[in-house]
T-cell receptor, first 113, second 113 residues
Framework: NAGVMQNPRHLVRRRGQEARLRCSPMKGHSHVYWYRQLPEEGLKFMVYLQKENIIDESGMPKERFSAEFPKEGPSILRIQQVVRGDSAAYFC???????????FGPGTRLTVL | RKEVEQDPGPFNVPEGATVAFNCTYSNSASQSFFWYRQDCRKEPKLLMSVYSSGNEDGRFTAQLNRASQYISLLIRDSKLSDSATYLCVVRGAGGTSYGKLTFGQGTILTVHP
């Protein structure tokens, strides 16, 4: 059973471009969570999604950030018009239900030039 | 006040030493508590859940004091492979926040020969 998969593992964007980060949960997991880890800081919750629904987006910045988890395909975290402060490691996690252990993917390291 | 606060560290200990990490949380309604481990530039991985009665897993012992809103992790007989960042984690309480994990900033442990 493959673990949580994220791609790309490394992403470089120039200021003003768009970044799309993908997350494929573990097989049988319908709950997906996105976290961000800024340099030298702890992980911060961004958003929790269940198939086609956003359950909790209390950690998402108000502008430029959006997330989806369609019926088919991976979950996508989209960052529009990236700025240098968006440079961070973005981790996705999944679980079979919200009270089970969250398994983390290897992360996508975003660098904004 | 941060939602989850940990010892600032870093801890540098010799092999075989016993080391203890402490953590406090601010939301008294929180119900679930964990210790995660994160190796350099890798994803966090669950080390152990923390139960009110205290629990042990080999060389690792976790304790929870709900009255003081305090969590601890004790590592006995430290190994070189224990070198990592240890993250105190609390699950959200109430509403739709049950899927949200709140992480402490982490405590770095280095075990040396």
């Amino acid at each position: 059973n493959a673990g949580v998969m994220q791609n790309p593992r490394h992403l470089v964007r120039r200021r003003g471009q768009e970044a799309r980060l993908r997350c494929s949960p573990m097989k049988g997991h319908s709950h997906v969570y996105w976290y961000r880890q800024l340099p030298e800081e702890g992980l911060k919750f961004m958003v929790y999604l269940q198939k086609e629904n956003i359950i909790d987006e209390s950690g998402m910045p108000k502008e430029r950030f959006s997330a989806e988890f369609p019926k088919e395909g991976p979950s996508i975290l989209r960052i529009q018009q990236v700025v240098r402060g968006d440079s961070a490691a973005y981790f996705c996690a999944s679980s079979p239900n919200p009270f089970d252990e969250q398994f983390f993917g290897p992360g996508t390291r975003l660098t904004v030039l | 006040r941060k939602e989850v606060e940990q010892d600032p560290g870093p801890f540098n200990v010799p092999e075989g030493a016993t080391v203890a990490f402490n953590c406090t949380y601010s939301n008294s309604a929180s119900q679930s508590f964990f210790w995660y481990r994160q190796d350099c530039r890798k994803e966090p991985k669950l080390l152990m859940s923390v139960y009110s009665s205290g629990n042990e897993d080999g060389r690792f012992t976790a304790q929870l004091n709900r009255a003081s809103q305090y969590i601890s992790l004790l590592i006995r007989d430290s190994k070189l492979s224990d070198s990592a960042t240890y993250l105190c984690v609390v699950r959200g309480a109430g509403g739709t926040s049950y899927g949200k994990l709140t992480f402490g900033q982490g405590t770095i442990l280095t075990v040396h020969p």
